[in-house]
């Protein structure tokens, strides 16, 4: 899987056809990438995967880039931790607009 490296993304302008946020408790957001051949996480200088706090704050970050899809998947533990069946093989891909609310 390929790094894309928050400097980069800071100082250059990319095309990115998917930008999927991964939403997980906490206001905890990562972004997974994919422009051209390439798809991969984004990463901060300590070479973690960079936190996003807030869909503001990932619409701010990507505000220069020019973004084709972008969608939302959330996925949570607690159903299979109280008992409740487990969850489908594929979780649900929700619309995230990458337009700043007015």
């Not at 899987?1 to 928050?6: G, Q």
């Not at 250059?12 to 990562?30: A, H, K, R, T």
């Not at 704050?57 to 959330?74: P, Q």
Request: contains cysteine; charged residues 25%; proline residues 6%.
């Amino acid at each position: 899987m390929y790094k894309f490296w928050r400097k980069d993304l800071e100082t250059n302008e990319w095309d990115i056809d998917v930008l999927e946020v991964q939403s997980f408790e906490m206001n905890v957001y990562l972004v997974q990438l994919t422009s051209g051949n390439k798809t991969g996480l984004v990463y901060d200088d300590s070479d973690k995967p960079m936190r996003f706090y807030s869909a503001g704050h990932i619409r701010e970050f990507f505000a220069h880039c020019t973004v084709a899809k972008s969608y939302m998947k959330h996925e949570t533990p607690y159903d299979e931790m109280i008992g409740n069946p487990p969850k489908a093989e594929h979780a649900m891909a929700l619309p995230f607009s990458m337009d700043m609310p007015y």
